[in-house]
């Protein structure tokens, strides 16, 4: 009886959490049968030669001041003089760095009554994530069609959600925080792409998808994802943990793979759990990948709820 009672407060396992947040982001309901039809696995075939084929010259460019001012917050000798003068090329960066740092987090004692005030009053680490939010949140919304005009304002939400929790776990996982937090921003960026293929390729007649099917596009996103960070000549370690993203389900073995295996799901849950898709009370240590203790695993499902939940009246 006591066996029954844990299986029944357990979350649901990893596939099935993935397949609940796919069918949320595209607006599908639940899969009819489990298998892909033949006509789903003729469609996924096509979409696997379209992928193969996927100009990644056409996805949108990176903003030339992003990568500049990474490179350039690298730098200890810079002043916020500098830094400024680097930001201000960019306008709409200029009033997100504003707006932040007039949020009730950053208010200061003395008005901020200049860029570079603000800049100094931010500090390196929130610097980098303002100008990556501001630079991915307009290529994950860019998704077009029917499905993408549902699907880009929640894979913006997870993409938020995912790069706060692999910041935590590449704390504790001996990663660069700002590295983990770059790649679970961008680990969702190919899927836009297979939401658009979807509307272009996929007929009406395939109904509500099938788990086998739908898992198989989000493989095909993922590899997409891969050749779209290696495009923008992201770091490293970052392209180093979506290629083991891509080789899944083998375990990744790098410290940034591991935080992103885990901050992907973790995300999911967050999220489903947000829209009352999911049930916040269930015990979600069956349901991540093993790549940290539990303990550290919960603290960050904690930490994301603490960041994250609407609060309560």
Known sequence: MVA???????????????????RFVLGLPEAADEAASTAEQATLRRLEAIGERFDVSGLPRLPSVLPQLLRALKNDNLGGSQLAALIGR????????????????????????????????????????????HVMKPILQASAGMRGHMAGPWLWEHAERCAHAAAFLGRH??????????????CHTGTGAIVRLLDQEAPPSLGPFSPV?????????????????????????VVEALAERVNAPQAPVSSLGKALACADPLAMVQL??????????????????????????????????????PAQD
């Open 90 to 133: 960019d306008p709409v960066l200029v009033g997100e760095v504003m707006r932040v740092t007039g949020s009730a987090h950053y208010r200061a004692a003395q008005p901020i009554n200049s860029l570079q005030h603000a800049v100094v009053l931010l500090g390196r680490d929130a610097l980098r994530r303002v100008a990556t939010l």
């Open 173 to 186: 996982g001996g990663c660069d925080p700002f590295e983990a937090f770059l790649a679970g921003m961008v």
């Open 272 to 309: 489903l759990v947000e829209r009352g898709l999911l049930d916040a009370g269930l015990d979600y240590a069956p349901t991540w990948p093993a790549c940290f203790p539990a303990p550290v695993m919960l603290r960050a499902q904690q930490d994301l709820r603490r960041q994250f939940m």
């Open 4 to 22: 029954d009672v844990a299986a029944a407060e357990a979350g649901p396992p990893l596939p099935v959490v993935e397949d609940r947040f796919h």
């Open 213 to 237: 099917f739908l898992a198989g596009c989000m493989r095909i996103g993922a590899r997409l994802s891969l050749r779209a960070v290696r495009h923008w000549d992201m770091p490293a370690k």
